[in-house]
């Protein structure tokens, strides 16, 4: 069974860091692209960043462009977005999200974590 | 970047059919055939219901098509039931970057 499971999540200060972390179980890992999705509360979805299966290719919203990095370690099975210089608007619950082979669509997500940026 | 356009609601009672609409532009919907639309039940992650426009993955019921035609894609439920009761939203490949629709609470009457 495909199983992904969102951690890293919390309270941050503003212009602070934090580190996502997705660790993914039941299937091929690295020949799927994977992505992350944002949801502040109450609001809509919002698709953050991407990365091919490899890491070679990266992907970002313009909101997130050159604040946050995603990567993978293919041995561990495992996808991170490491965000710096948070605001507020950062403010959500953050899922990652598995690929449709090479479609841009995602069929197994996880359960989010949620990310509060406050003072 | 400004997102797919979506009615914010649209209701029916049961058994009855409804058609819920995502308006882009030729860079998004019009140019690519990537469009998805997800369920979202409240406080649950979404569910991939229809993939490149009008696919469905293994296990989504065939009530639920995908259509486009110019710049705006619909997501037709038919014959509706309770369970279908959720935020649905669309999404467009749009070049190096994905959009999402704003979101449409669907509601069984």
């Known amino acids: 069974e495909v199983h992904l499971l969102e951690s890293g999540g919390g309270l941050v200060q503003p212009g602070g860091s934090l580190r996502l972390s997705c660790a993914a179980s039941g299937f091929t890992f690295a020949t799927n692209a994977m992505t992350w999705v944002r949801q502040a509360p109450g609001k809509g979805l919002h698709w953050v960043s991407a990365?091919?299966?490899?890491?070679?290719?990266?992907y970002y919203a313009d909101s997130v462009k050159g604040r946050f990095t995603i990567s993978r370690d293919n041995s561990r099975n495992t996808l991170f977005l490491q965000m710096n210089s948070l605001s507020a608007d950062d403010t959500a619950v953050y899922y990652c999200?598995?690929?449709?082979?090479?479609?841009?669509?995602?069929?197994?997500w996880g359960q989010g974590t949620l990310v509060t940026v406050s003072s | 970047q400004s997102a797919l356009t979506q009615p914010p609601s649209a209701s029916g009672s049961p058994g009855q059919s409804v058609t819920i609409s995502c308006t882009g532009t030729g860079s998004d919907v019009g140019g690519y055939n990537y469009v998805s639309w997800y369920q979202q039940h409240p406080g649950k992650a979404p569910k991939l219901m229809i993939y490149?426009?009008?696919k469905r993955p293994s296990g989504v019921p065939d009530r639920f098509s995908g259509s486009k035609s110019g710049n705006t894609a619909s997501l037709t439920v038919s014959g509706l039931q309770a369970e279908d009761e959720a935020d649905y939203y669309c999404?467009?490949?749009?070049?190096?970057?994905?959009?999402f629709g704003g979101g449409t609470k669907l509601t069984v009457l």
């Open positions: 999200a598995k690929n449709v082979g090479s479609a841009v669509a995602y069929d197994c």
């Open positions: 999404s467009s490949y749009a070049g190096t970057i994905v959009l």
């Open positions: 490149e426009v009008s």
């Open positions: 990365i091919d299966g490899s890491g070679a290719y990266t």
